[in-house]
């Protein structure tokens, strides 16, 4: 086998790889809905909705979290 031939066969093989490897993306976040800091945190949890729920033909799931403005909720 020449080594272009190798070279192309490894070039598909890596490709097909990425295509299998696809999957759901999450991203996650956490926001001050609730609380002392709500004032901030509702017009966040509200861009979220506006976000596109498919990038590049993959689905995006956007997970929001409410930590209540209570910084041992924040930590994780």
């Not at 990425?18 to 926001?31: H, Q, S």
């Not at 979220?48 to 929001?64: C, D, M, R, Y």
Request: hydrophobic share 45%; proline share 3%; charged share 15%.
């Amino acid at each position: 086998m020449t080594r272009s031939r190798l070279l192309l066969a490894l070039a598909l093989l890596a490709l097909g790889l990425t295509e299998t490897a696809r999957g759901d993306i999450n991203v996650g976040v956490t926001l001050s809905a609730t609380g002392a800091a709500a004032s901030l945190g509702i017009p966040e949890r509200n861009t979220f909705e506006l976000l596109p729920t498919t990038i590049a033909g993959q689905k995006v799931n956007w997970i929001v979290l409410d930590d209540g403005s209570d910084t041992t909720k924040a930590v994780t």
